[in-house]
């Protein structure tokens, strides 16, 4: 079936790196997301890779993904208090048409100053 | 500014009495869906819309019921809620998945019921 399973809570120091790690299930998955919910908001996309890709780098975001492990990291360089917030990696279900995410269970990620 | 918009905000209610979460996206976009949020489940999708007039169940529906009559907007509406439906619901759109395999959701700001 599928699941995307996160741990529930991380946390760093302000200025160290932070790595957010997810695992999934359907190897047919085609783009998979992460997505950053702040504080009594909703959830934005962060950012994204496409499943024939191993890594991708956005300013101080990097992804890696290890699709023979199914598994999906999120780093983020020099992490600021404003990087605090809830992450959830949601997956695109290869066999579903419908538009569907699946979402993991999201991590809280707690920067100290 | 394109986004979604959902009313109301916060809800406390009580068991039995029908309620309805608006919906609403300025984006044209085809796809609609409601998500609700507990703790250490994240999200789970409840009812989603490929078009108007096209609705179908998401993973948990029960208790639940949807409406597409215009593009914009997808409500939720509970007939009779009950204290397991207590919860954070989010709304969310995209531009549609026909021809598409990228599928961007655009997420409201969240609507926090309490059922008593």
């Known amino acids: 079936g599928e699941d995307v399973e996160q741990s529930l809570f991380l946390s760093v120091r302000e200025g160290d790196s932070s790595v957010i790690n997810c695992t999934y299930t359907d190897s047919s998955s085609t783009y998979l997301y992460w997505y950053k919910q702040e504080p009594g908001a909703g959830l934005q996309l962060l950012t994204y890779?496409?499943?024939?890709?191993d890594m991708k780098q956005d300013q101080r975001l990097t992804v890696l993904l290890n699709k023979k492990d199914k598994h999906l990291s999120l780093r983020i360089a020099d992490t600021q208090t404003g990087d605090s917030a809830i992450y959830f990696c949601?997956?695109?279900?290869?066999?579903?048409?419908?538009?569907?995410?699946?979402f993991g269970q999201g991590t809280t990620l707690q920067v100290k100053p | 500014e394109a986004q979604v918009t959902q009313n109301p905000r916060y809800l406390i209610t009580v068991t039995g009495k029908k309620l309805t979460v608006t919906c609403s996206q300025n984006?044209?976009?085809?796809?609609m869906s409601w998500y609700r949020q507990d703790p250490g489940l994240g999200l789970r999708q409840i009812y989603y819309s490929m078009n108007v007039e096209v609705t179908d169940k998401g993973d948990v529906p029960e208790g639940y019921k949807v409406s597409r009559k215009e593009k914009r907007n997808f409500p939720l509406i509970l007939e009779s809620p009950s204290p397991n439906q207590t919860s954070l619901y989010f709304c969310?759109?995209?531009?549609?998945?026909?021809?598409?395999?990228?599928?961007?959701?655009?997420f409201g700001p969240g609507t926090r019921l309490t059922v008593l």
């Open positions: 890779i496409f499943s024939n890709m």
């Open positions: 949601a997956e695109s279900p290869g066999s579903s048409n419908t538009g569907k995410l699946i």
């Open positions: 969310a759109s995209s531009p549609g998945t026909s021809g598409r395999i990228y599928n961007e959701q655009f």
């Open positions: 984006m044209n976009h085809e796809y």
